[in-house]
Structures are given as structure tokens and as C-alpha cells.
């Protein structure tokens, strides 16, 4: 499931392109339909032309409104930048820009609204030329532009069609095993309760879990999960999640805060972090100034240590000790925006190193400095789990080479990612860094191997008296390469999480059972083929009498084999004939199929048919009007 978001100057278009790319209009507050304008963050959904299932966050674009967009533009995998026609680049798209640029979006898409109101082509191009320019240096330098009019309708297929692309080649956000769902509202449903939205990161939550609210540390228990309003019993990382809490009213939570499930999260007000300045700011950033922070959906009024200089010029980088007067959530790599409380203005963000440093930092510690720099190049094991979430299944001497680690290196990051069970042996088990033994992240393992296991459990679900689901159903429905779909059922079955049996994969403990009704259907249907065993009922006959689920389940349990499209026999009597059959042509060296319909008292209705599978299966061959057991190879 993934999230997109939107962004852009005021009245660009942004609210009413999703409602008609989604039939809702996102505007949910009075005074937003009233004023015409976004205040709040609205949402809602749509089905590819893939069939991939994607949310949209409306934010708003008004200046007085920035602060909310914040709330809503950090969780999302792809953008798309609103620019009206008849409008151009505005002060608000430049922010909104440099803020996607910040937080490091890189997938999006330019969409140019508005163009009914625009007759002449040669204004369209100049608009298109003047936005790529604004675009240049940033993550979104290369992202397509696609010229659209919510009104007629012009350009929205096409728009579906780009997006769908776009979201093609983004990887899914990764399951690390530590739920946290920033919230970004909260509200209460008569017979429900409490109920909190948020776009989920970084682990999965389920239906019964029980949870935690940060900073508050409120406990309660999940007692329903929706996804574009379908319930579900477990919600996946990157969704937008509807989240009923039992045990907390309404009052006690609020946006900003932070569902999470216990003992992987602690809240900070001291952060230790990278910065980067805007290049078009107002002033150098100085030394104690008190700003804003945002990230996920809180805010803190902050004040920034700077360390390693007396100030930062618009444009520069740095490092940055951030002291918040309220605690917020946050981990290493995190995203943040600051901002100038007054006047208001964006003034830079960057990455979070350390959410939970053990004191104040002397200001210009050439030690800590250094430290700061290696931490942003990311640890070794940090490096190594990059590289294997980017390759899928891989060696680790592949591995090991994308990141470009020496031995001695890459050999103590494994050594830290296999006690910290953090890397899956698909196969072999030589950890050293030349090593051909395939590995994969275990989150990336983790996610998968849920995902298979609830599509077999779905299926079992569906159709309980078959086998299993068919390999290749299954792989089309992951998605994944036939490489990555063929090693992870290898491993499960390894592990004796999940059966494979050839053209089928079953969870393990997954049995056909008949109830009453259909056990009474199959005993009468084999007394039919008891009383006259090589002249049963026809395969239409049996489904007619028993179903076609039951007939089917029949096969798959071995007591009934089928020879033709219409012609099918108890196993036991099937194998009576094939062993009549091969017995008489050992002693007379051939059999004709007038002969074996005499031997079986029966009809060339189910003979021929019998014949013609015994070709087929390599027992026997025909020459001329009789069949001859096929010869052995040498």
C-alpha cells in the first residue's frame, strides 16, 4: 500500500485533481469548503490502472497552512507537485519544493492543472520550461511533467498511467519489526471509540496488539485496523491505517503523538543531527536561535545548538544539537523540517544522527565533529543493510562489493548483523565477506514470509478443499522475480512454515476436510464408482452429483485419477487397469483397444481415453492399431 502526497501554491488545483481522481473530495472541514481552501490535511484513495491500491493526502497551500502540510507530506512515497497553468511557479511551490527536496521524496510528479483555461500551446511549454528549471538541483530534477484539467478531465488517464510507472520501480517500505503510526488525527465513532489515523512505518500492527501512545505512554489495545475503509487484521508498513484503540478516550491522545508497540521506542528532547540551510532564507541561522521542529506529525518549539561554527549562511550545511521544551519520537535517519516561528518561514532540515544523545556537546569538539561525519556516511552494518534491502536475495560477496567496505570492516558489520539477527541465510552459511552464501535483510525476509503466509491463508480461506494455491498464482500476486519467489518458498518450506508440493504451496497444518453434507456426496458418488468401476460416471456426472470443489479435492487426495477431460476413475481402479493392461502386453507383446475393452467388460467411452493417457504419460506407445510398453532408455 502505498501513500501519495500533494504539493503546491494556493488554489493551484490540488483538492479538486483528487477529487476527480478519486470520486472524494478531501476537503472535510466546513470552513474549508467555505474559504475554498485546504486548512487541514484531507485524504483519499484510488486503484491504479496496475490494480495497486494507493492513498492520497491532500495538504494545504496557503502559508497560514504550511505547518499542517508538514504533518501530512512526511510519510508518503511519491509526490505530486501541483502547478496551475494559468499561474505558474509561486512563492508556495517553491516552499513546498524545497521542502519535498528536504525530506528527500524522490519520486513525483509535475502535474499542470488548469489547462482548459489555457488556448495557447507555446504558454503551456514556457510553464512546463520555467518548472523543470525550479526543479534542478533537487530530488525531483527528473521527475515527468503531465498536463491535466480536473474539469474535463483531459490528461487524468494519462496521469494514472505516469504514477502507476513511477510507483513500479519504488521499493515498498521496509518491515523492521518496530510498528510506529504518527498521528495525524483523532477522533471518536459511536459503538467503536477512539480511533487515530496516521500513515504506518517501519513494522506491521495487528488486530489484539497491544500499544502505546508517545510521549504520553498511554497503553491500550488494538481492537480494529482499517485501510481505505476495508478492515483488515493486520496493517502493513506505508499504508494509511485507521487504528481503534480500546482503553484511551478521544482526550487523552493528540496529533503529533505516536503509536508504537511497546519497548522499541523512547521519546527524546535532545537530538543530534545533520542541517542543511536554504539556499533562498531570509538571514544566516545563528547560535540559539528558537525555531520550529517537525517531523512525522509533531512539533516542537526547539532551540539549535549550532556546533562547529558561529552561524550558518543561507545555503550551508552543519551540524546541529536540537533542545525541545516538548519530547517527540524520532530514530536515527529520520527527516526534519525546521521552521521560524516569526515571521514564519521554512528555514532548512535534515536527517536525524542521534535521537537520544547522552549530554550537551561542547560546541566546537573536533572529536564529536568527526563522529557526526561518520555517523551521515552511515555505520558499516548500516551500509551492508542498505545494500542487501537494494539487491533482494544476493551473495554477500555482492553484498559486500556495492558497498565498497574493506574486509576487516565488512567482516565486524556481519559479525554485528547475524547475532543481531538482522541478515536471513537463504543459503549456505559461510559468513565471510567473499562469501557466494545467499542472504537477504530480515526485515525484507520478515515482510515477505507474512505476506505469503497470509495470501495462503487467504486462499485456504476461499477454497479449503483444495491442496494448495498454485505456485504461479501466488508469485504473480507478490510480485516478486521468479529468483526471489523460488529461494523464499525453499527457505519457508526449510523451516516447515508452508508445504510446496510441485505446482501448489500449502501452509503447513493445512488439511481438506469435508463437512457432513459433502461427506455424504463423496461416499455415495464412490459406491457409484464400486458398483461398476470401469464404467463410473462421467467427470461431469461426478461434479453434478458431489461439486466441483469436492471432485476436485478428490483429486487432490489421490482417490480419484483422471485420464481425460471427461473420464475419470477411483485410483484404486485405475491402477487395477493399468496393471491388467501391462501384464497383458508383457505376455502377448501387444494390446489393441478392442482387446482391452473386452478385458474390462467396459466401452471404448472410457478404453480410448485410457489408452490415449497411457501414451501420454510414457507407458506405453501406439503402432499402427495396437499399443506396445514404450522401451526403457539405455
Known amino acids: ?119 495557447d500551446a507555446g504558454w503551456l511549454d514556457l510553464v512546463e520550461s520555467d518548472v523543470h528549471a525550479s526543479l534542478k538541483g533537487t530530488t525531483l530534477q527528473y521527475a515527468p511533467c503531465v498536463r491535466v484539467s480536473a474539469r ?69 489495545r488494538i481492537r480494529g485496523l482499517q485501510t481505505h ?37 523512547l521519546a527524546t528532547r535532545r537530538i543530534d543531527a545533520f542541517f542543511r540551510h536554504l539556499p533562498d532564507a531570509s538571514a544566516p541561522l545563528k547560535h540559539g536561535t528558537e525555531v520550529k521542529l517537525f517531523t512525522g506529525t509533531s512539533e516542537a518549539i526547539t532551540k539549535l ?34 521552521r521560524r516561528p516569526s515571521p514564519s518561514e521554512t528555514l532548512g532540515g535534515g536527517i536525524v544522527l542521534d535521537p537520544h544523545p547522552k549530554s550537551r556537546h561542547k560546541r566546537f569538539d573536533e572529536m564529536v565533529l568527526k563522529r557526526f561525519e561518520s555517523m551521515l556516511a552511515g555505520s558499516p552494518a548500516d551500509l551492508l543493510i542498505q545494500a542487501s534491502l537494494a539487491l533482494g536475495p544476493a551473495s554477500i560477496k555482492d553484498v559486500v562489493s556495492r558497498t565498497q567496505l574493506d574486509a576487516e570492516a565488512a567482516s565486524q558489520a556481519l559479525d554485528e548483523l547475524t547475532a543481531e539477527k538482522r541478515l536471513v541465510f537463504l543459503a549456505g552459511s559461510d559468513l565471510s565477506s567473499g562469501s557466494d552464501s545467499l542472504v537477504m535483510a530480515a526485515s525484507a525476509y ?101 461439486g466441483e470443489e469436492v471432485v476436485a479435492a478428490l483429486f487432490d487426495l489421490g482417490e480419484l485419477a483422471q485420464v481425460s477431460p471427461e473420464v475419470a476413475f477411483r485410483k484404486s481402479d485405475y491402477d487395477v487397469m493399468v496393471g491388467r493392461i501391462r501384464a497383458h502386453i508383457e505376455q502377448q507383446g501387444q494390446i489393441s483397444v478392442a482387446e482391452a475393452r473386452d478385458l474390462f467388460n467396459t466401452s471404448r467411452k472410457y478404453i480410448l481415453p485410457l489408452m490415449e493417457h497411457l501414451d501420454a504419460i510414457g507407458l506405453t506407445v501406439r503402432d499402427g492399431d495396437f499399443r506396445r510398453l514404450k522401451k526403457a532408455r539405455a
Open 446 to 546: 520478515e515482510s515477505l514470509s507474512v505476506k505469503i503466509e497470509e495470501l495462503l491463508r487467504q486462499y485456504h480461506k476461499q477454497f479449503p478443499l483444495r491442496r494448495g494455491m498454485p505456485r504461479e498464482e501466488l508469485k504473480s500476486k507478490l510480485q516478486v522475480s521468479p529468483r526471489l519467489f523460488n529461494v523464499m518458498i525453499k527457505k519457508l518450506s526449510s523451516e516447515g512454515g508452508i508445504l510446496e508440493g510441485g505446482t501448489w504451496v500449502a501452509m503447513s497444518g493445512h488439511e481438506i476436510r469435508f463437512d457432513a453434507r459433502q461427506q455424504a456426496a463423496v461416499n455415495k458418488l464412490m459406491n457409484q464408482c464400486a458398483s461398476n468401476p470401469f464404467s463410473p460416471p462421467t467427470l461431469k456426472e461426478m461434479q453434478t452429483a458431489a
Open 305 to 338: 545548538r549550532l556546533l562547529g561554527a558561529e552561524s550558518l549562511n543561507p545555503g550551508e550545511k552543519g551540524w546541529v544539537q536540537l533542545e525541545l521544551r516538548e519530547p517527540v519520537v524520532v530514530v536515527r535517519g529520520d527527516r526534519y523540517i525546521l
Open 229 to 265: 475503509k476495508q478492515k483488515e487484521e493486520t496493517a502493513q508498513p506505508g499504508s494509511r491505517t485507521a487504528v481503534n484503540i480500546s482503553g484511551l478516550a478521544v482526550e487523552e491522545i493528540s496529533r503529533g503523538e505516536v503509536v508504537v508497540t511497546p519497548n522499541h521506542y
Open 152 to 220: 474535463t478531465r483531459q490528461g487524468l488517464d494519462a496521469l494514472l498511467s505516469t504514477l502507476d510507472g513511477i510507483l513500479q520501480e519504488t521499493a515498498p517500505r521496509p518491515d523492521l519489526g518496530r510498528p510506529r503510526l504518527p498521528i495525524d488525527r483523532v477522533f471518536s465513532i459511536a459503538g467503536y471509540g477512539t480511533v487515530v489515523t496516521g500513515t504506518l512505518t517501519d513494522g506491521r500492527l495487528k488486530t489484539g496488539d497491544e500499544v502505546q501512545v508517545l510521549p504520553s505512554r498511554k497503553q491500550g
Open 1 to 119: 500500500m502505498r501513500v501519495i502526497g500533494t504539493a503546491g501554491h494556493v488554489d493551484h488545483g490540488k483538492s479538486t485533481l483528487i477529487a476527480a481522481l478519486t470520486g472524494t473530495h478531501p476537503d472535510r472541514l466546513k470552513e474549508e469548503r467555505e474559504r475554498e481552501m485546504t486548512i487541514d490535511l484531507g485524504f483519499g484513495w484510488l486503484t491504479l490502472p496496475g490494480g495497486e491500491e494507493i492513498g492520497i493526502v491532500d495538504v494545504p497551500g496557503h502559508r497560514d497552512f504550511i505547518e499542517n502540510m508538514l504533518s501530512g507530506i512526511g510519510g508518503i512515497d511519491a509526490a505530486l507537485l501541483i502547478v496551475a497553468a494559468d499561474e505558474g511557479v509561486m512563492p508556495q511551490t517553491r516552499e513546498h519544493l524545497a521542502i519535498l527536496d528536504l525530506l528527500q521524496i524522490e519520486k513525483g510528479i509535475v502535474v499542470l492543472t488548469k489547462t482548459d483555461l489555457i488556448q
